[in-house]
């Protein structure tokens, strides 16, 4: 609470030891009541997950002090529909909050993941909460490596990356969690106003991937074949492929170097 100062008053924080999936833990207590009115953001931050996930089903390990792993409970106005960019703005945020304790080369990958020198830093997960018709409720999980262990293997196209590589002095959990949060409702606030466009070139700005050739990926068979040209308004990754301009909507494929 003090980490986030004037803040304060707009979380309420759990902290567990164990658990789970923070965004499991956090979906579970949305399903029990929690009211699409509250202006609390409800987190859940676990000291080790035992199941984290990522997206199409991936595990995602955190240990100890070696990783922040939190969710976070946002929720839309009734009528609402789940916005397509949800998974780029939070990561924009990431990316932003970490830049601000110092740390360079940050870049973004479409639609989920946040780079530090072309290997994953941190991950995103959106899941739908219910909320018992009063609007859409959603969980964003973030998964945040700060120190890999010395076996861990790293290796592979966007293999792991842990912030101790650009920031030999990490700063407090509690500090880094703070500017996460406040850089996430503050993304979220102007997402909810003004909609993707209003964040778009700055998220253009730490475009991993911009003007590289890519393959849309599922399931192991390729889509699409194309130069990436960017993100769409609304989110959607843009590749200029020999039939022409296509729009890639983020779900269940992946995007990889060609």
């Known amino acids: 609470a003090v980490a986030l100062g004037t803040h304060a008053e707009r979380f309420s924080i759990s902290v567990v030891d164990t658990c789970s999936s923070t965004n499991a833990l956090l979906l579970e207590r949305a399903a029990q009541g929690c009211s699409a009115r509250s202006v609390i953001r409800s987190v859940v931050v676990c000291e080790q997950q035992t199941a984290g996930r990522g997206r199409r ?3 995602w390990l955190s240990a100890g002090s070696g990783s922040l792993t939190f969710s976070l409970l946002w929720r839309f106005a009734p009528g609402t529909p789940l916005p397509a960019a949800l998974s780029l703005v939070a990561g924009l945020a990431v990316a932003r909050a970490l830049e601000q304790c110092g740390a360079r080369d940050i870049a973004l990958k479409w639609p989920n993941d946040v780079l530090l020198r072309g290997r994953k830093l941190a991950g995103i997960l959106i899941e739908v909460a219910q909320s018992r018709n009063e609007g859409t409720a959603v969980v964003i999980g973030i998964g945040l490596n700060l120190r890999l262990p010395p076996d861990f293997n790293a290796g592979g196209e966007f293999g792991a990356a842990a912030l101790a590589e650009v920031l030999p002095q990490l700063p407090a959990r509690n500090a880094l969690l703070a500017r996460l949060l406040i850089e996430l409702d503050a993304a979220l606030e102007q997402f909810t106003v003004q909609g993707f466009n209003g964040l778009r070139e700055q998220w253009l700005a730490r475009h991993a991937l ?39 909507i983020s779900g269940d494929v992946s995007v990889r170097r060609a």
Not at 223 to 231: A, F, K, P, Q, S
């Open 57 to 59: 089903g991936r595990r």
């Open 210 to 248: 911009q003007d590289a050739e890519l393959r849309v990926v599922l399931d192991q068979h390729t889509l699409l074949e194309g130069r990436c040209c960017g993100i769409d308004v609304d989110g959607a990754l843009l590749l200029a492929t020999i039939s022409g301009l296509q729009r890639v």
